[in-house]
Nanobody, 121 residues
Framework: QVQLVESGGGLVQPGGSLRLSCAASGRTVSSYTMAWFRQAPGKEREFVGAIARSGGTLHADSVKGRFTTSRDNAKNTVNLQMNNLKPEDTAVYYC???????????????WGQGTQVTVSS
């Protein structure tokens, strides 16, 4: 049984940083694409970033240069380092796992429960 559990969310001021982690069980993170999505109130879930089996990464234009997705194979976790956070980054952030690197939420089969990130002064 695959379980993904996110942690690290919270309240941060604009310009600040947060590091989200996604701990996987029942699945080896290096064998699948691991992705981050987010959903703000009243908006659709949107792609944030992902790391493929190869280690290659892809990020949405809105976060490129500010967010970095990485993987810790020893801990079987995936991380999302978020720097220079903006109020528009406020959302629930979800970890997801799928067979290939895409930006479509429909292509990811397993999801975590989400962690809230709030950027506000």
């Amino acid at each position: 049984q695959v379980q993904l559990v996110e942690s690290g969310g919270g309240l941060v001021q604009p310009g600040g940083s947060l590091r989200l982690s996604c701990a996987a069980s029942g699945r080896t993170v290096s064998s699948y694409t691991m992705a981050w999505f987010r959903q703000a109130p009243g908006k659709e879930r949107e792609f944030v970033g992902a790391i493929a089996r190869s280690g290659g990464t892809l990020h949405a234009d809105s976060v490129k240069g500010r967010f970095t997705t990485s993987r810790d194979n020893a801990k079987n976790t995936v991380n999302l380092q978020m720097n220079n956070l903006k109020p528009e980054d406020t959302a629930v952030y979800y970890c997801a796992s799928g067979p290939r690197l895409t930006v479509s939420a429909d292509d990811y089969h397993y999801w975590g429960q989400g962690t809230q990130v709030t950027v506000s002064s």
